[in-house]
């Protein structure tokens, strides 16, 4: 061996070493990026278009007795949906977690001064259901 390999070979052998330290590093490097995704329940409710069928059904179950069957609202219970701007005014998602925290009369923003419960209380309500329920509401908007 001359000087020249000698040199090469202790760079191949440093090139090695450190390239088995970046092995080492990925699994560290790849938890990090766990920590940016999201919870399950929220890519559910996120990639689910929701099913206006099947959100009629669990409507008549969990909010039908305060939103009428129209959805036009039942007086001293709950309020008219179908030409609400709170509705028009805000994403599928950001009315599934409206639905889920609901909105008591200490809340501010409640216009009322009836409680809208959370989950219309119907805490066994899932993510998609509300979601196919939001899709329901939807095809009644005015
Ligand atoms: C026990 C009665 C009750 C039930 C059941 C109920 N709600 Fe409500 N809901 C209310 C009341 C009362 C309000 C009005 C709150 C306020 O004063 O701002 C309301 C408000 C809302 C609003 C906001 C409307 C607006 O214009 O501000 C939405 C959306 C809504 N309800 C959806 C639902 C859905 C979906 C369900 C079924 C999962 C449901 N509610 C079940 C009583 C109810």
């Not at 278009?49 to 069957?69: F, I, P, R, S, V």
Request: one cysteine or more; glycine letters at 12%; hydrophobic letters at 35%.
């Amino acid at each position: 061996m001359n000087n020249k390999k000698i040199i090469m070979f202790a760079w191949v052998a440093l090139l090695t070493v450190l390239l088995m330290g970046c092995g080492g590093g990925s699994p560290s490097a790849s938890t990090g990026g766990d920590t940016a995704v999201k919870p399950r329940d929220q890519v559910a409710a996120e990639a689910h278009t929701g099913d206006a069928a099947k959100g009629e059904t669990m409507y008549q179950q969990a909010c039908l007795a305060c939103h009428g069957a129209d959805a036009k609202g039942v007086p001293n219970l709950g309020k008219d949906l179908t030409a609400s701007e709170f509705v028009k005014g805000n994403s599928d998602t950001e009315l599934l977690a409206f639905v889920k925290t609901g909105r008591p009369v200490s809340d501010p923003n409640n216009t009322t001064g009836i409680d809208m419960p959370p989950k219309g209380g119907n805490p066994a309500l899932t993510d998609e259901q509300i979601t196919d329920i939001i899709a329901f509401i939807r095809t009644l908007e005015e």
